[in-house]
């Protein structure tokens, strides 16, 4: 979760070098107030259905655990 928060807040304002580290730390404040009241979410696609199907090594049926 905290890996897509991040890619989100690189996406949506912070592509650039910022300077100062009071400076990074207010634009990400304000960055993380306006989503905080968007009540913005993650729209999961890959479920753990497709997961299982694409990588069947890896993520075992529940009935083989």
Known sequence: M???ECAVLTSQG????IGERA????KI????SRRNEAQATVN?????THARAKWQRLYPSESMC
């Open 23 to 26: 400076s990074l730390e207010r």
């Open 14 to 17: 912070l592509d650039q070098r």
């Open 44 to 48: 999961w696609r890959f479920t753990t």
């Open 29 to 32: 404040a304000a960055w993380e």
């Open 2 to 4: 905290a890996e897509v």
